[in-house]
């Protein structure tokens, strides 16, 4: 019990912490991250291409050579620098680390990023991925 006790106030603690940390910062509320498959054809080349046709979507390779689609897109509970619902956020906010926390660089994490068609098209070229000829 005495343990339950102690555990309880450490995470109330942490949490407590963690809102004097983020106040004012939010950087983390406003986007979301999708990973996705790496292009292996021409398919998923033009897939992506056509994704960064679209205002605010990045696609970017970690560290971990994993890609992902970033949304640039603020959470809609998110009010004046503060989380709306922060007693019924969800799980994946809650477990979110401050050791990973991107208020210093938001692209900590990323091996590469493309913005736009050129950049991605010049890194598939580079790979070697195959891609539809009116690209060229
Ligand atoms: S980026 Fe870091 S400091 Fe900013 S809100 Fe997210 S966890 Fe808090
Ligand atoms: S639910 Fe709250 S903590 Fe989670 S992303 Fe949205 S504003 Fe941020």
């Known amino acids: 019990m005495k343990k339950i006790i102690e555990d309880e106030k450490r995470i109330d603690?942490?949490?407590?912490?963690n809102r004097i940390r983020c106040r004012n910062c939010t950087a983390c509320c406003k986007y979301i991250n999708v990973p996705i498959d790496a292009p292996q054809d021409e398919d998923d080349a033009d897939y992506l291409l056509w994704c960064l046709l679209h205002k605010n979507v990045h696609i970017w390779i970690g560290k971990n050579k994993r890609w992902f689609i970033k949304f640039m897109t603020p959470c809609k509970p998110l009010k004046k620098g503060a989380c709306g619902r922060y007693k019924t956020r969800p799980m994946i906010c809650r477990e979110y680390l401050h050791e990973e926390c991107e208020k210093l660089d938001l692209t900590k994490d990323e091996m590469h990023s493309f913005?736009?068609?050129d950049e991605l098209l010049s890194y598939l070229k580079k790979k070697k991925v195959p891609f539809f000829g009116f690209y060229d």
């Open 13 to 17: 603690d942490e949490d407590k912490l």
């Open 115 to 117: 913005h736009n068609q």
